[in-house]
């Protein structure tokens, strides 16, 4: 039987607490509820007393979750929409990720933010912040694209004794399958080649992945052959297998679902440029949402954020330079 990419991060979940007593998870409704999403959906009755609701704070949510890995726990948070997480920016980004560096003790935790927009969902539930996150020395910020690296990405996240921002984004939720969970995984901070090609590299990550793939085999029939490149992780990022793509085809476009000022994208264009120049054959091009709040109705959200035809569109601008 197929399973989603929110099942994979629940079945992940599972797993970690049933190896590791050391793992907790605590959010809004995350117990009785089981989750906004439904992404611990009867968990707290598989493992009683270690799916906790917690306050609506998300200061403290972070603060407890802070205290709590560096006694030794490993502690989930689910931040119910990633741009609550805001709420909770100080404790993450000037104590979690810090923490380390000032005393040597690790701080081993997690931090679920279901990203991306939906229809209707407006300026506050829609947001993507793995820029602002991975802009901080300390965290690692990954951004899963599909069902078998939502899971086993997750299982590396929580093993790990840093603090992890892991962005899942709302729409793959339901709409993303597969066959079954993997076994293996690449590392993280490696990035994946989707689909290999040779006029053009795109590189890119979360949701936009499939929107890239559907680019890519429909300019099949206008004769270009594009290689898409999943970042998987944003921070750490991997420049080789970037450049690697760049010098096979010569041209890229970097394309993320963010903000585009100072963003994911503007990190990749300038790594390129920097350290690939002599690879390119024409400027290195991105595309993001527009540099507006993020609109409730759904026409304007179709607009305001990258599509399959504005990406296409945007392919073809360079391919043609």
């Known amino acids: 039987m197929a399973i989603t990419y929110l099942e994979a991060i629940r079945e992940a979940q599972a797993k970690v607490l049933a190896e590791?007593?050391?793992?907790?998870?605590?959010?809004?409704?995350?117990a009785g509820f089981g989750g906004a999403f439904k992404a611990t959906k009867n968990l707290a009755e598989r493992f009683p007393g270690?799916?906790?609701?917690?306050?609506?704070?998300?200061?403290?949510?972070?603060?407890?979750?802070?205290?709590?890995?560096?006694e030794g726990m490993r502690p989930i948070i689910e931040?119910?929409?990633?741009?609550?997480?805001?709420?909770?920016?100080?404790?993450?980004?000037?104590?979690?990720?810090?923490h380390f560096y000032r005393t040597g003790v690790p701080?081993?935790?997690v931090v679920r933010?279901?990203?991306?927009?939906?229809?209707?969902?407006?300026?506050?539930?829609?947001?993507?912040?793995?820029?602002i996150y991975a802009h901080y020395p300390g965290l690692i910020v990954m951004t899963p694209a599909t069902v078998e690296d939502a899971?086993?990405?997750?299982?590396?996240?929580?093993?790990?004794?840093d603090p992890v921002i892991f962005c899942e984004h709302k729409f793959l939720y339901y709409h993303l399958k597969a066959d079954a969970l993997p076994e293996e995984s690449l590392p993280i901070g490696r990035a994946r080649i989707s689909r290999p090609g040779r006029h053009a590299t795109v590189v890119t990550y979360g949701a936009m992945v499939h929107e890239c793939l559907?680019?890519?085999?429909?300019?099949?029939?206008?004769?270009?052959?594009?290689?898409?490149?999943?970042?998987?992780?944003v921070k750490p990022i991997?420049?080789?297998?970037?450049?690697?793509?760049?010098?096979r085809t010569g041209r890229m476009l970097c394309v993320g679902e963010g903000f585009p000022w100072g963003g994911v994208s503007a990190e990749v264009v300038s790594r390129v440029v920097s350290e690939g120049f002599h690879l390119l054959d024409a400027p290195p091009q991105r595309h993001n949402c527009r540099d507006t709040p993020i609109p409730y109705h759904p026409n304007l959200w179709k607009a305001h954020r990258p599509t399959a035809q504005s990406i296409a569109d945007a392919a073809r601008a360079l391919l043609h330079l």
Do not use: K
């Open 50 to 70: 270690r799916v906790m609701d917690s306050p609506i704070s998300e200061d403290a949510m972070i603060g407890s979750a802070i205290g709590a890995a560096i």
């Open 238 to 247: 991997d420049t080789d297998t970037i450049l690697a793509s760049v010098a």
């Open 151 to 161: 899971y086993s990405m997750f299982l590396e996240a929580v093993r790990i004794d």
């Open 79 to 98: 931040m119910q929409f990633a741009d609550f997480s805001s709420i909770a920016f100080n404790q993450i980004v000037n104590q979690a990720a810090t």
């Open 20 to 30: 590791d007593d050391s793992v907790y998870i605590y959010g809004q409704d995350v």
């Open 107 to 109: 701080c081993p935790m």
């Open 113 to 131: 933010l279901p990203s991306g927009g939906t229809e209707g969902s407006g300026p506050f539930h829609s947001q993507n912040l793995e820029s």
């Open 214 to 233: 559907r680019v890519a085999n429909s300019l099949m029939n206008e004769g270009w052959d594009l290689e898409v490149v999943d970042l998987r992780s």
